[in-house]
Protein backbone atom coordinates (compact mmCIF):
# COMPACT_ATOMS: atom_id res chain seq x y z
CA UNK A 1 0.00 0.00 0.00
CA UNK A 2 2.81 2.51 1.00
CA UNK A 3 4.81 1.74 -2.26
CA UNK A 4 1.58 2.47 -4.07
CA UNK A 5 0.63 5.65 -2.67
CA UNK A 6 4.37 7.04 -3.04
CA UNK A 7 3.99 6.18 -7.24
CA UNK A 8 1.04 7.81 -7.10
CA UNK A 9 2.28 10.74 -5.71
CA UNK A 10 5.67 10.74 -7.22
CA UNK A 11 3.46 10.52 -10.91
CA UNK A 12 0.50 12.66 -10.39
CA UNK A 13 2.31 15.72 -7.60
CA UNK A 14 -0.86 17.65 -6.71
CA UNK A 15 -3.81 15.62 -8.50
CA UNK A 16 -2.10 12.59 -6.74
CA UNK A 17 -2.25 13.82 -3.54
CA UNK A 18 -6.04 15.01 -4.30
CA UNK A 19 -7.10 12.14 -5.77
CA UNK A 20 -5.40 10.01 -2.42
CA UNK A 21 -6.63 11.76 0.16
CA UNK A 22 -10.22 11.54 -1.54
CA UNK A 23 -10.20 7.94 -2.19
CA UNK A 24 -8.52 8.23 1.70
CA UNK A 25 -12.05 9.31 2.94
CA UNK A 26 -14.25 7.05 1.61
CA UNK A 27 -12.21 4.02 2.05
CA UNK A 28 -10.20 4.36 5.60
CA UNK A 29 -7.55 1.54 5.36
CA UNK A 30 -5.96 3.85 2.93
CA UNK A 31 -3.56 5.49 5.14
CA UNK A 32 -3.13 9.71 4.95
CA UNK A 33 -0.43 9.78 7.34
CA UNK A 34 1.47 8.29 4.64
CA UNK A 35 0.18 10.80 1.94
CA UNK A 36 0.80 13.45 3.95
CA UNK A 37 3.98 13.09 5.28
CA UNK A 38 5.67 11.57 1.97
CA UNK A 39 4.04 14.59 0.19
CA UNK A 40 5.52 16.91 2.86
CA UNK A 41 8.56 15.12 2.25
CA UNK A 42 8.21 15.56 -1.87
CA UNK A 43 7.93 19.11 -1.16
CA UNK A 44 12.03 19.35 -0.32
CA UNK A 45 13.38 18.04 -3.71
CA UNK A 46 10.91 19.13 -6.19
CA UNK A 47 8.63 21.99 -7.55
CA UNK A 48 5.60 21.57 -5.45
CA UNK A 49 4.88 23.89 -2.54
CA UNK A 50 3.38 23.38 0.80
CA UNK A 51 0.98 25.59 0.48
CA UNK A 52 -0.85 24.01 -3.07
CA UNK A 53 -0.25 20.43 -1.47
CA UNK A 54 -2.39 21.93 1.57
CA UNK A 55 -5.44 23.47 -0.59
CA UNK A 56 -5.02 20.00 -3.01
CA UNK A 57 -5.40 17.39 -0.31
CA UNK A 58 -7.49 19.68 1.90
CA UNK A 59 -10.12 19.54 -1.14
CA UNK A 60 -9.78 16.14 -1.43
CA UNK A 61 -11.00 15.59 2.24
CA UNK A 62 -14.00 18.02 1.76
CA UNK A 63 -14.71 15.75 -1.69
CA UNK A 64 -14.48 12.71 -0.11
CA UNK A 65 -16.48 13.84 3.20
CA UNK A 66 -19.33 15.22 1.01
CA UNK A 67 -19.34 11.47 -0.58
CA UNK A 68 -20.10 10.36 2.68
CA UNK A 69 -22.14 13.08 3.75
CA UNK A 70 -25.08 12.37 1.45
CA UNK A 71 -24.67 8.26 1.67
CA UNK A 72 -25.11 9.49 5.11
CA UNK A 73 -28.62 11.72 4.11
CA UNK A 74 -29.99 8.38 1.88
CA UNK A 75 -29.39 6.38 4.90
CA UNK A 76 -31.44 8.96 6.63
CA UNK A 77 -33.13 8.63 10.06
CA UNK A 78 -36.50 7.85 9.17
CA UNK A 79 -34.98 4.70 7.07
CA UNK A 80 -32.70 3.84 10.44
CA UNK A 81 -35.89 3.67 12.39
CA UNK A 82 -37.80 1.57 10.35
CA UNK A 83 -34.21 -0.64 10.32
CA UNK A 84 -34.17 -0.75 14.37
CA UNK A 85 -37.83 -1.01 14.50
CA UNK A 86 -37.50 -4.97 13.03
CA UNK A 87 -35.33 -7.58 14.09
CA UNK A 88 -32.18 -6.21 13.90
CA UNK A 89 -32.96 -3.44 16.82
CA UNK A 90 -34.65 -6.19 18.32
CA UNK A 91 -30.76 -7.87 18.15
CA UNK A 92 -29.02 -4.73 19.17
CA UNK A 93 -31.62 -3.75 22.09
CA UNK A 94 -32.17 -0.54 20.11
CA UNK A 95 -35.70 1.16 20.33
CA UNK A 96 -36.79 4.09 17.65
CA UNK A 97 -36.76 6.68 20.71
CA UNK A 98 -32.89 5.81 20.83
CA UNK A 99 -32.56 7.14 16.97
CA UNK A 100 -34.46 10.28 17.67
CA UNK A 101 -32.22 10.85 20.41
CA UNK A 102 -29.38 10.29 18.99
CA UNK A 103 -29.77 12.44 15.70
CA UNK A 104 -31.00 15.36 18.80
CA UNK A 105 -27.80 15.35 20.17
CA UNK A 106 -25.98 15.42 17.27
CA UNK A 107 -28.16 18.44 16.18
CA UNK A 108 -26.43 19.97 19.34
CA UNK A 109 -23.22 18.63 19.28
CA UNK A 110 -22.82 17.99 15.38
CA UNK A 111 -20.90 21.15 14.63
CA UNK A 112 -17.90 20.27 17.42
CA UNK A 113 -17.88 16.79 16.50
CA UNK A 114 -17.44 17.07 12.52
CA UNK A 115 -14.03 19.00 13.51
CA UNK A 116 -13.10 17.44 16.51
CA UNK A 117 -13.07 14.00 14.53
CA UNK A 118 -11.33 15.41 11.95
CA UNK A 119 -8.11 14.55 13.90
CA UNK A 120 -9.04 10.86 14.82
CA UNK A 121 -7.99 7.68 12.59
CA UNK A 122 -11.11 6.37 10.65
CA UNK A 123 -13.68 8.68 12.96
CA UNK A 124 -12.56 11.41 10.83
CA UNK A 125 -13.90 9.63 7.75
CA UNK A 126 -17.07 7.79 9.15
CA UNK A 127 -18.67 11.14 10.86
CA UNK A 128 -19.88 12.49 8.01
CA UNK A 129 -22.30 9.81 7.94
CA UNK A 130 -24.11 10.82 10.67
CA UNK A 131 -23.72 14.30 9.61
CA UNK A 132 -25.39 13.56 6.98
CA UNK A 133 -28.21 11.11 8.69
CA UNK A 134 -29.41 14.46 10.61
CA UNK A 135 -29.53 16.86 7.61
CA UNK A 136 -26.71 19.01 8.98
CA UNK A 137 -26.92 22.31 6.62
CA UNK A 138 -24.14 21.52 4.19
CA UNK A 139 -22.92 24.86 4.95
CA UNK A 140 -21.65 24.20 8.39
CA UNK A 141 -20.50 20.79 7.44
CA UNK A 142 -18.22 22.43 4.84
CA UNK A 143 -16.66 25.13 6.86
CA UNK A 144 -16.20 22.63 9.82
CA UNK A 145 -15.00 19.45 7.25
CA UNK A 146 -12.64 22.60 5.98
CA UNK A 147 -11.74 23.75 9.21
CA UNK A 148 -10.40 20.62 10.56
CA UNK A 149 -9.28 18.91 7.63
CA UNK A 150 -6.95 22.04 6.98
CA UNK A 151 -5.44 21.89 10.38
CA UNK A 152 -4.99 17.93 10.22
CA UNK A 153 -2.99 18.23 6.83
CA UNK A 154 -1.26 21.16 7.52
CA UNK A 155 0.63 19.53 10.27
CA UNK A 156 1.26 16.49 8.78
CA UNK A 157 2.79 17.96 5.35
CA UNK A 158 5.24 20.79 7.37
CA UNK A 159 6.49 17.71 9.94
CA UNK A 160 6.52 16.23 6.42
CA UNK A 161 8.52 18.76 4.90
CA UNK A 162 10.99 19.44 8.19
CA UNK A 163 11.66 15.95 8.49
CA UNK A 164 12.74 15.14 5.14
CA UNK A 165 14.03 11.71 4.59
CA UNK A 166 13.14 10.95 7.83
CA UNK A 167 9.27 11.04 7.40
CA UNK A 168 9.15 7.46 8.12
CA UNK A 169 10.40 7.83 11.41
CA UNK A 170 7.54 9.89 11.95
CA UNK A 171 4.75 7.77 10.36
CA UNK A 172 5.64 5.32 13.11
CA UNK A 173 4.49 7.34 15.52
CA UNK A 174 2.03 8.41 13.61
CA UNK A 175 0.97 4.48 13.09
CA UNK A 176 1.09 3.91 17.20
CA UNK A 177 -1.26 6.90 17.89
CA UNK A 178 -3.77 5.65 15.01
CA UNK A 179 -3.38 1.81 17.03
CA UNK A 180 -3.72 3.68 20.37
CA UNK A 181 -7.09 5.74 19.64
CA UNK A 182 -8.51 2.81 17.73
CA UNK A 183 -8.44 0.43 20.93
CA UNK A 184 -9.53 3.52 22.90
CA UNK A 185 -11.86 3.65 20.80
CA UNK A 186 -12.73 -0.08 21.29
CA UNK A 187 -13.08 -0.08 24.44
CA UNK A 188 -15.11 2.88 25.05
CA UNK A 189 -17.79 0.89 22.75
CA UNK A 190 -17.97 -1.87 24.41
CA UNK A 191 -17.93 -0.03 27.77
CA UNK A 192 -21.38 1.85 25.97
CA UNK A 193 -23.00 -1.39 24.47
CA UNK A 194 -22.55 -2.56 28.50
CA UNK A 195 -23.68 -0.03 30.27
CA UNK A 196 -26.49 0.85 27.47
CA UNK A 197 -27.62 -3.17 27.77
CA UNK A 198 -27.13 -2.71 31.70
CA UNK A 199 -29.56 0.43 31.96
CA UNK A 200 -32.37 -1.78 29.40
CA UNK A 201 -32.22 -4.34 31.26
CA UNK A 202 -32.37 -2.50 34.60
CA UNK A 203 -35.73 -0.29 33.03
CA UNK A 204 -37.80 -3.54 31.77
CA UNK A 205 -37.28 -4.97 35.35
CA UNK A 206 -38.67 -1.66 37.05
CA UNK A 207 -41.75 -1.83 33.83
CA UNK A 208 -42.45 -5.35 34.88
CA UNK A 209 -42.61 -4.75 38.92
Not at 162 to 167: A, D, F, I, K, P
Not at 174 to 203: E, G, P
Request: net charge positive; proline share 2%.
Amino acid sequence: MEQFVISIMNQYGYFGIFFLIFVENIFPPIPSEVVLLFGGFMTTYSKLSVTFMVLFSTLGSVAGAIVLYYIGKILNKDRLKKIVAGKIGKVLRLKVNDIEKAVCWFDTKGNKTVFFCRFIPVVRSLISIPAGMSEMSMSKFLLYTFAGSSIWNTVLLIIGNRVGNNWKDILYIMNQYSHIVLILLILALIIFLFYFCSFRSKKKKRTVK
